[in-house]
């Protein structure tokens, strides 16, 4: 059963609440018809304040059924409350019009307002009959405005549709989940939030066409909403994504790809997913990526993405030949797919290899290193770092990879600049803010460091080479 006592807690309008309140308080101490009266009130009440809500925000209907209030309101007297009552007999309808309310909910409303005159004017029943409700009889009344209109903002059913719609499309849409679930989840009611969400599960697994927009596009802000509209509700959302999943054999192969593509890591999606769905994925799969017969194929980004999915476990599981395609893959295609997913721990074992040897170390730090640099370990360090490592040899490189890493008072930079410092000490001025760094680290790292200290000194002409440093204490290498 209902608990009257909460659900008024979560009534719309403040204003209304003490209305609520108050029949509340009439049904606990037993007085029916008090408890009928309160709640037409309170519901009439709460529509002309949403109607004066709806009405600044530009309906016109709404707008003007509030001039004709207004009207009534500046008459005053007999006039006054005769204009009310004629407003008032066709609320129900205008906020059926204005899909406030739906055709069941005006049907049981226009019971209450029918019970509310009998309640408050005894001379409509016949041979002067009172009207007696029950108590159970008055509390269904009071339920029945709880949920079909008393705690619900001023959601309008196809209006909040549309706009979802028009936010999504956008094409300054920010992908804030808190935003969606306050303006499209939690002020609308049930049926339309059905709706709603239905609506972003279409769009994110089928890929929907959509009006002067990229309809990739658009499904990639549906998905960012399904997956807020999930955290919310799971029920709701696996129910819209299933009905959807259904559907999207239908579609063309490039759209169910990236339906993978988009929603591969979303569990709701996977769940519904048939064996035959899956091994239908991984002929698609198959035909798109590179293998044997085109090992210096260069893939597309798309592409490329997709065959970054080899990293998700459950994916792995489903399409083991993912596996074996990315084993086959050469280096830079390998670079390609680690890219996408870098933090990986599938890619981990690889990562360091491709970097290591990479034609373009900044790249390869930048777009591969950086995002695991601060887990890397002093062996992996020492791998990339190492005598055939081609990213030693990028100055810039190295201060990015130092400056990301969590091992600053690691010997592996000592050992890196006193190897430049034997190969090719010419170049050791590009890395005199590394050598720097290392000297001011401890008396061993200062003892090291000193004879390339003078070596630098010499070699350092009046603009040194580098300018900005390893530490932000250090402006050359001999202070």
Partial sequence: MLNLEDRINHVWNPDVRPLVAEAYRCYSSGSPRAVIVLTWTAVCGDLIHKLYQLAEDGEGRAETVTKNIDGASEKGGGEAVKAMQAIESALLQTAMDLELIDFTEKELLDRLQRDRNLCAHPSLRPLGQLFTPTLDYARAHLATALEAVLTHPPSQGRKVIERFAHHVAAHDFVDSPQHVLLTFYDRVKPATRAKVVDLAAKHAVLELDVADRKAW???????????????????????????????????????????????????????????????????????????????????????????????????????????????????????????????????????????????????????????????????????????????????????????????????????????????????????????????????????????????????????????????????????
């Avoid at 591969?264 to 035909?287: I, Q, R, S, Y």
């Avoid at 999915?309 to 670079?335: I, Y």
């Avoid at 490592?389 to 600049?417: C, I, M, N, Q, Y």
């Fill in 217 to 479: 596009q658009v499904a990639d802000h549906h998905a960012a909403c399904l997956r807020a509209f999930a955290d919310r509700d799971r029920e709701l959302a696996a129910t819209a994504v299933a009905k959807a999943v259904g559907r999207l054999p239908s579609r063309p192969a490039s759209v169910q790809l990236r339906a993978l593509l988009r929603l591969g890591e979303f569990d709701l999606f996977v769940t519904p997913m048939g064996a035959a769905m899956w091994n239908h994925f991984e002929t698609l799969l198959a035909a798109r990526l590179p293998d044997a017969t085109r090992p210096d194929a260069l893939m597309t980004e798309e592409e490329s993405a997709l065959a970054a999915l080899v990293a998700v476990d459950h994916l792995r599981a489903r399409m083991p030949s993912l596996d074996t395609k990315f084993q086959n893959m050469n280096f830079l295609q390998a670079s390609q797919t680690i890219v996408h997913r870098p933090t990986a721990p599938y890619f981990r074992p690889v990562v360091i290899l491709v970097a290591a040897n990479s034609p373009d170390p900044e790249d390869a730090v930048k777009n591969i290193l950086l995002p695991i640099a601060p887990s890397l370990t002093e062996s992996e360090l020492r791998s990339l770092l190492g005598k055939n490592s081609s990213l030693k040899e990028s100055p810039t490189a190295v201060r990015w990879l130092w400056s990301a890493s969590g091992h600053h008072d690691s010997r592996v930079w000592e050992e890196l600049v006193l190897d430049v410092s034997t190969r090719a000490p010419d170049r050791l001025q590009n890395f005199s803010l590394l050598v720097s760094s290392i000297a001011r680290r401890d008396e061993a790292g200062r003892l090291a460091m000193e004879p390339l200290i003078e070596l630098i000194r010499e070699q350092m002409t009046e603009e040194p080479i580098m300018t900005t440093g390893f530490d932000t204490r250090a402006d050359n290498a001999d202070q």
